[in-house]
């Protein structure tokens, strides 16, 4: 066996100082290359491409409606947010913008998706009471990674084949995630119709899909640090939207209602006239009224003047005892409107 082993040997060598010296190269018999296929992925409409920079043309639609907050749990620390839906013959697509204050941007792959900087979105059919089983819990992270549960028999991780499912992408604000510099993100996604099929939603027709109206509700988690695994101490869970409306825990008929153009809501017209000096304001300070939720106004006077006539849609409001004055302003409520809301008001 040694002696075989030298003859085998010596073979070999030669063969390479002769290959060596004459320039020639020994060429594997069994040449083998492997290259990984991309997987499939779902197909978008024409022009619009994921990438997170929401710069496309159903972005900037003037006609698209947007749900613009502040997400402000102390003075130190807050956040801008934006957030809004637009249907495609595709899909559904979402699109949000977080820039915080006083905080910085962080998300750990290590970590459960719930302790990093995200939009814990928890989404249903409008209609679905608590407890829904079409419930998610959807976390658009800020590196455009993310988590996608679905209550389902309990919460479970909404998975189906590749081509049915969400594509989410992101773009750091100021500078890379994990960065002093990075004071927020932007996320662009879209979610198949046949992803929303597969989780029990009826949108199997065009019809559905356009009478389709989404209750959501866009939790904000402020992500204080990288490794910390403290839901308590290492990051801020945060229902933001419980300032604007009344929102009951996981029940999305009382969540913010979107649809193929984005937010449902109507727009305020104050037609003002007197003398007087005043404002005529919603209460959180939106520029626009959440359909079907009563909206408080606020009517602030100076120098002493007052609401002299107030007319809403037609109604007169001092008539029917509807405007209040507390503390030196005026309020009153529109119940549940369904429409623009146009506001006559003399102040003298």
């Keep these: 066996m040694k002696k075989t082993t030298k003859i085998f040997t010596a073979a070999v060598c030669s063969v390479l100082a002769v290959c060596g010296f004459a320039g020639c190269t020994v060429k594997d018999p069994n040449p083998y290359t492997f290259t990984n296929k991309p997987h499939p992925v779902a197909e978008t409409d024409a022009g619009m491409n994921i990438d997170g920079k929401l710069d496309e043309a159903r972005w900037t639609d003037e006609n698209l409606r947007w749900l613009n907050g502040v997400d402000k749990p102390n003075s ?12 495609g013959s595709k899909g559904v697509y979402f699109a949000m913008k977080v ?8 998300v750990n792959p290590d970590r459960a998706s719930w302790l990093n900087s995200c939009i814990e979105m928890y989404m249903g059919p409008a209609n679905d009471e608590a407890g829904s089983s079409r419930l998610f819990e959807f976390d658009f992270m800020a590196d455009g990674s993310y988590q996608s549960k679905l209550n389902y028999n309990g919460w479970h991780g909404a998975q189906t084949t590749y081509e049915r499912m969400p594509i989410i992408a992101s773009v750091p604000l100021g500078g890379e995630v994990n960065t002093p510099e990075c004071y927020g993100y932007n996320v662009e996604a879209f979610f198949p119709w046949t992803f929303l099929e597969f989780c029990g939603y009826d949108v199997e027709t065009e019809e559905e899909r356009n009478a389709l109206v989404l209750g959501i509700d866009p939790v904000h988690i402020f992500s204080f640090n990288y490794d910390g695994t403290d839901k308590d101490a290492d990051r801020y869970w945060s229902q933001w939207s419980t300032n604007y409306k009344q929102i009951e825990w996981q029940n999305p008929s009382t969540f913010f209602r979107f649809g193929k153009e984005g937010l449902i809501s109507h727009k305020i017209i104050v037609n003002k006239t007197g003398a007087g000096r005043g404002t005529v304001a919603e209460k959180s300070g939106l520029d626009y009224v959440l359909s079907g939720v009563d909206t408080t106004f606020v009517v602030k006077t100076v120098n002493g003047a007052s609401v002299k006539k107030l007319v809403v849609n037609g109604v007169d409001y001092i008539a029917a005892g509807k405007l209040t004055q507390i503390g030196g302003e005026y309020r009153f409520v529109v119940e549940k409107p369904l429409h623009d809301i146009v506001i006559d008001i003399e102040i003298d």
């Design 99 to 106: 820039e915080e204050h006083g905080t910085s941007i962080f």
């Design 76 to 87: 130190k620390q807050y956040a801008d947010i934006t957030f809004t839906t637009s249907y």
